[in-house]
């Protein structure tokens, strides 16, 4: 079963703009991740936000979380072609099970 | 250091045939993932190991489907007999506990 929600299913930007992509998830949490996939390969670890925590920042990344709405979003800054890739977010729950959700596939056109 | 690794990469196989996985974790991590990736979803929780343990196999469809980890390290997914709906990518993930997993390519199986 999936835990996580996002939303939009697909993105197609130019270079340069931003990302915007959203997760919605259903019980508690431990922490919220987001992953990065390109086609073809195996998931890579972008970001880590803790429960306890609203805003983290990593380079051209930015990821927010409420828990009060259980919601969560990732917004890549200044695209470029290379960010094309699917964007999961995955929630780890109590035991550290880790939860996926269905994904964002992002195109960044150049 | 080298990431997880998991072979084979690929494996087509006839339906009602064994198959078998296997996946080399991260040193030292204690927690073992094996996730299903179907195309264009995200992966679904298969089993999960702390040490050598299965802490959480609900998910596994236990009629064909098997898992180990012997010594806490390395560990093998098996499916007797395959089914044509079991097509999809077999990914492995190790972490030291809670926080960040580290992925291995994954395992493409074909079912004809």
């Known amino acids: 079963s999936q835990q996580g929600e996002e939303d939009p299913q697909a993105l197609s930007i130019q270079e340069g703009e931003n990302a915007t992509m959203n997760c919605s998830y259903k019980?508690?949490?431990?922490?919220l991740q987001w992953y990065r996939q390109n086609s073809g390969r195996g998931l890579v670890h972008l970001i880590l936000?803790?429960?306890?925590?609203r805003e983290k920042h990593s380079g051209r990344l930015r990821v927010t979380l409420d828990t009060s709405k259980k919601s969560s979003s990732l917004l890549i800054t200044a695209s470029r072609a290379a960010d094309t890739a699917s964007y999961f977010c995955?929630?780890?729950?109590?035991?550290?099970?880790?939860?996926f959700g269905e994904g964002t596939q992002l195109t960044v056109n150049p | 250091e080298a990431g997880v690794v998991q072979s084979p990469r690929y494996k087509i196989i006839e339906k009602k045939q064994p198959v078998a996985f296997w996946c080399n974790p991260i040193?030292?991590?204690?927690?073992l993932y094996w996730y299903l990736q179907n195309l264009g979803q995200g992966p679904e929780l298969l089993i999960r190991?702390?040490?050598?343990?299965?802490?959480?196999d609900s998910q596994l469809p236990k009629d064909r489907f098997s898992a180990e980890r012997l010594k806490g390290v390395d560990s093998t997914l098996k499916i007797q007999p395959a089914e044509l709906g079991d097509s999809a990518v077999y990914l492995c993930?190790?972490?030291?506990?809670?926080?960040?997993?580290?992925f291995g390519q994954g395992t493409r199986l074909t079912v004809v």
């Open positions: 993930a190790s972490s030291l506990g809670s926080g960040e997993a580290f």
């Open positions: 019980t508690s949490i431990n922490n």
């Open positions: 936000i803790r429960s306890n925590e």
């Open positions: 995955a929630t780890e729950t109590s035991g550290s099970r880790l939860t």
């Open positions: 040193s030292g991590h204690n927690t």
């Open positions: 190991y702390e040490n050598e343990e299965a802490v959480d």
